[in-house]
């Protein structure tokens, strides 16, 4: 079927047509927006309750690589609005400039991800049978991308919040199963995203966007503008949980 | 009037880059926010910075100041459903008493 822009018999105009597909897609976002939503509202349950095991969990991630990762996701969106108008206003060439930055800016993402994730099952921070938060600061030969002074306050604040609550490794895993199942879900939404990214980039090397008809660009940018935004509150409630001891 | 060239609102590039260094600024704000000792209040000021953030997202990025009003209507109506949704739970929770009479959280 052709989808290049030609007026659908169900509508009167072009614009009529474009504002449905937008109806649309922003009734697909909240349904995105109901499904994150569940899975926050059960991380501030166990947040609310495991606090100190939430706040010592958060404490492990690096700040430095979410951050960066923070940064990286606000530029993709920048690129993505980009494209959006390159094409709206006929610049063809640069619809495909902005998305291939888009999706090199993705990948970048995914690379830190990876690094995160890596980093995670080295330090024995994965849920499971050999979850242990005090993992590194018992074995810091083993953690060589740790320094010591970071031993030393980690192990400080385990102490305490051990104290506090000694079941602690326990609810650690609860912290870092929520860590997982967000941030796993984000990417796996910005891997749908940057499969979408390519397809349009395919399209848009054919010359298929214009100001006329841009309706995909367009959609597919409202998408990963959400998956930005599921990041923009990511971020905070899981990297700076208890960042100023 | 059939097939004219769709008249939608065009955002500038001007007001995407000013967007942009407005979300890395507040990205900053969070982080530095977060290492001051706010108490209760830190988790507050985090959502705060982030619903910024988020807002200037979808009104700009996403378009939804130009959108017609039933677009508008939608993107409330999610965002309130949402507020049920964490508000409606949250108040069943910390009201709850379980059988050993004690409150929540029951540790």
Known sequence: MHRTGELYGQFKTLEQQKDTATLGMWIFLVTEVMFFGGIMLAYTLNRHVYFHAFAAGSNTLSLQLGGFNTVVLLASSFTMAMAVWSAQTGKKQLISVFLTLTILLGFVFFGVKYVEYGQKFHHHLVPGKSFDIFYCVDNPTKCEDVSAEELTTEREELEKARAADPDLNAHAQLYYSAYFGMTGLHALHMVIGAGLLLWLLKNSLAGLYSPRWNTPVDMVGLYWHFVDIVWIYLFPLLYLIDRHK | ?107
Not at chain 2, 6 to 21: A, D, K, N
């Open chain 2, 1 to 107: 009037m059939s097939e004219h060239e769709p008249t939608e609102h065009i955002v500038s590039p001007g007001v995407y880059l000013t967007i942009i260094l407005t979300l890395l600024v507040l990205t900053g704000v969070t982080v530095w926010a977060a290492y001051v000792n706010l108490h209760q209040f830190n988790i507050v000021v985090a959502l705060a910075i982030a619903t910024v953030k988020a807002t200037l997202v979808v009104l700009f990025f996403m378009h939804a100041k130009y959108v017609p009003k039933r677009t508008q209507l939608v993107i409330f109506a999610g965002i309130f459903w949402l507020g049920l949704l964490l508000f409606m739970t949250m108040s069943d929770y910390i009201s709850r008493v379980d059988y050993r009479g004690i409150r929540f959280p029951f540790t």
